[in-house]
């Protein structure tokens, strides 16, 4: 704590996962031996830097980037870049580090890390997007590449900014390593379903799980906090699992509609216009608006999937839920519940889809983007989805046996934690100290 003073979020995610290995090295004394802890809460590398752009005022702005390569034992390393005004050293840091055992429950070979600015993407044109972007590449491409540092996108970065991002960089390096960043537009590189990836995987984590306890999503009451890129996509395939979404948010309000929720007017208003949820009322009739985002775990739901940003649900939201009813938590986003929170849920007995286990199809998703670039081919959309339903049910299952394995039967939080970072650990050990 006093190496990392300030540091909140990675703090938050280092007790959480450290507290989840105590059986671990129990058993295996040999990590202890070897200082493996001590070594995998230190980033490999952490790059800060300067990104300075011209507005459409002719005005200099100066923003910070930042790319943290925190583990590449079992790969390069691998994680979405974050453009959002709160980035800061310490949520990058926990991003990178959640981003380690994500990357090693998918059983793909990829290693942790995270980037990012505190660049403010809204009400920004298109060409200073696309400035900011240039200029962050400008940076950014001495220190990564296909075997090196594969980012993607994140909060605030989308195929828009990947596209910008792409292009400086094949323009810098005169070469056209399409593996170099994932994410990309379909015309150059992109894999088919790695939009929906990350919000489809959710509910295929979720539905195992539901599944393995007799249960299912069909007729269920499902409440999605966010409307970005994993909300939209949790939400059509909840529904399409037979659930009703019954409301979602952005960082302003959230709506309500007990008709269910219509995708395609959402996809149009966030998509497409980038305009505010709030428009959805006057696209739908029953529909109402609520200022106020936290407000949003107020809806009585069966299932709340939470997949706007991290610490969205703390323990009096996590009360409320409880206490009308909710019985599973899936966790969308990254560490969108607070330790306090989930080990809330645990004890009233919900059943809780953790972050890193039930978001890793996006990242799984942009490694089979990096095969089919290495390919130079590219598979269907059912080809790639049929991997990442694969995928999924095989994360459930290696992070429901360790949590078995260790005495902490239906405990998926620490399943996943225990079964993302034995790949890794073992990687280490065989590397020598380094
Ligand atoms: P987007 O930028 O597409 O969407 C973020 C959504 O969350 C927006 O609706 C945003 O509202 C809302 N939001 C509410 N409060 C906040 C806040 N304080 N800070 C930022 N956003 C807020 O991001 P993604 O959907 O890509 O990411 C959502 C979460 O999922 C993040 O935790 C991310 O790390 C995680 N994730 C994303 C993956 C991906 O493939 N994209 C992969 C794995 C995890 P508004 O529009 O008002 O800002």
Not at 100 to 112: D, H, Q
Not at 114 to 130: A, V
Request: proline letters at 3%; a neutral charge.
């Amino acid at each position: 704590k006093l190496r990392n003073k300030g540091e909140a979020e990675f703090h938050q995610t280092i007790e959480e996962v450290l507290h989840s290995l105590e059986g671990v090295l129990v058993k295996h004394p040999e990590y202890v031996k070897e200082s493996i802890l001590e070594r995998i809460v230190e980033p490999e590398r952490q790059i800060m830097f300067r990104v300075p752009w011209v507005d459409d005022n002719g005005n200099i702005q100066v923003n910070r980037g930042f790319r943290v390569q925190f583990n590449s034992a079992i790969g390069p390393y691998k994680g979405g870049l974050r453009f959002h005004p709160s980035v800061n050293l310490g949520i990058i840091k926990f991003l990178g580090f959640e981003q380690i055992f994500k990357n090693s429950l998918t059983g793909l070979p990829i290693g942790g890390g995270k980037g990012g600015s505190d660049f403010n993407p809204k009400g920004r044109s298109d060409r200073e997007i696309m400035r900011f972007c240039q200029s962050f590449m400008t940076e950014l491409y001495r220190h990564i590449g296909p075997n090196v540092d594969v980012p993607a996108g994140d909060i605030g970065v989308g195929a828009r900014e990947i596209g910008f991002l792409f292009g400086q960089y094949k323009r810098i390096r005169n070469s056209y390593d399409a593996g170099v960043l994932t994410g990309k537009g379909l015309t150059y590189g992109g894999s088919l379903a790695r939009k929906e990836a990350t919000g489809f995987g959710v509910v295929y984590f979720v539905n195992e799980m539901l599944n393995y306890h007799n249960q299912s999503f069909q007729g269920k009451r499902v409440v999605v906090s966010g409307s970005g890129n994993v909300a939209i996509y949790a939400a059509e395939k909840a529904i399409e699992h037979g659930a009703k979404v019954i409301a979602m948010c952005d960082s302003a309000g959230y709506i309500v509609d007990e008709n269910g929720v219509d995708l395609e007017i959402v996809k149009q208003i966030k998509e497409v216009e980038r305009k505010r949820i709030k428009e959805y009322v006057s696209r739908k009739e029953g529909a109402q608006y609520f200022e106020g985002q936290k407000q949003i775990w107020t809806v009585k739901c069966d299932i709340a999937l939470p997949c706007a940003t991290q610490n969205d649900i703390d323990i009096n939201d996590a009360k409320l839920l409880v206490g009308n009813g909710t019985t599973v938590i899936g966790e969308g986003a990254n560490m969108p519940c607070t330790n306090e929170a989930v080990q809330y849920f645990l004890e009233k007995g919900l059943l809780v889809a953790p972050a890193k286990a039930a978001n890793a199809g996006g990242v799984a998703t942009s490694a089979l983007e990096m095969s089919q670039n290495s390919m130079r081919l590219s598979w269907t959309f059912e080809e790639v989805e049929e991997k990442l339903k694969g995928i999924m049910k095989n994360i459930f299952a290696v992070s429901k046996d360790a949590a078995e394995e260790y005495g902490y039967a239906g405990n998926y939080v620490v399943g996943a934690n225990i079964a993302g970072f034995l790949k890794v650990a073992d990687s280490m050990m065989s590397h020598g100290v380094i």
